[in-house]
């Protein structure tokens, strides 16, 4: 295991001769679909900005895909999702039908699999890992529900009631049959290669907006997502026990300290919106904390993101944590604004 790759791994166990690993990541729009294409895109990006650990950031929506929604790959409208075809779920009787899929047989699956793997071959200075959503964020997208509260990117002829609150035992078998394929899906990437499998270094875990704002409280996350949440998190550790879980929680009020009850390594949440903590919150887990993801847009304003790096690493104040924006930098986004991250390496 290389230098970079062995910092990342120390970082999890509190215990590194850096404080610190820097990354962000980008829809990289014209390049999503197709692994080996991908792949080049990603590579390159990583390499251009020398990003210290990377997070693959495939086309979100690759699980809608999977069980059967339908994009327009060559129309993506200004905006990171490319306009929807048809949903996976179009009427409320159709939850019913989510069933368990095999990752390695299914074509939306396996390509990012494979995009995933070639990465992990191009970089392997690096620690590398793919971004999978939770079943309850899965569930949303396959009725084209928004991620967020208050999000107007989707279009739903549905609402959570008709997919999940008036329906809780459909909604649950569809969430378990969710879990359990990206369990195997998480499974397979982050097993040793020695193993048959991807050899990441582990996943990204995203909760996305769904715990935030109210959008499900605490009470309807234990019952709507946590469970699930256990499935594939249980699936990674038992694939590689020595694999990094980051869980991602999006926007204001996205409650990271939820996460703690999971076992997670990492997690990284938006320290500068109301609601949520600062990155020296008691944490059990590692922090992942940054400058705001909005302020890296081309007309972003890079004073702001140096101050607020600034303060992350104060904040920090010698405990080991990955430096990175709060989610998804914009596309396009400031080249200043990413050198500017880029060079804060410790």
Known sequence: MSDLRTIFHDILAGDAEKPYLVSAWQHLIGHEYGAEEFAAA???????????????????????????????????????????????IGRPEDVAGIERLDPAANEFLREAYDAAAIIRRNLPDRAVVQTIFSPLSVLLQLADLPLYPGDDYATPDLTIDDVILSRP???????????????????????????????????FYAVTG??????????RYREFSEPYDRIVIDAIRKANPDAAVLLHTCRADSHPEWFDRLGVDLVHWDQYLPGNPKADAALKAVPVAGANYTLFASDGDTARIRGEIDDTIALAAGRPFLLAPSCTVPTPASDEALRLLSEARA
Do not use: C, H, M
């Open 42 to 88: 990603y590579t390159e990006f990583v390499r251009r900005w020398d990003w210290q650990w990377v997070k693959i950031n495939p086309r979100a929506v690759y699980y809608s895909e999977a069980w059967g929604g339908v994009y327009d790959r060559d129309d993506y409208n200004g905006f990171v999702i490319p306009r929807k075809v048809r949903a996976a």
């Open 169 to 203: 035992d459909d909604a649950k078998r569809a969430l378990a049959n969710i879990a359990e394929t990206l369990a195997d899906y998480a499974a397979a990437l982050v097993r040793p290669e020695s193993e048959g499998g991807a050899g990441l270094d582990g996943i």
């Open 210 to 219: 769904t715990v935030s704002e109210g959008y499900f409280d605490d009470a």
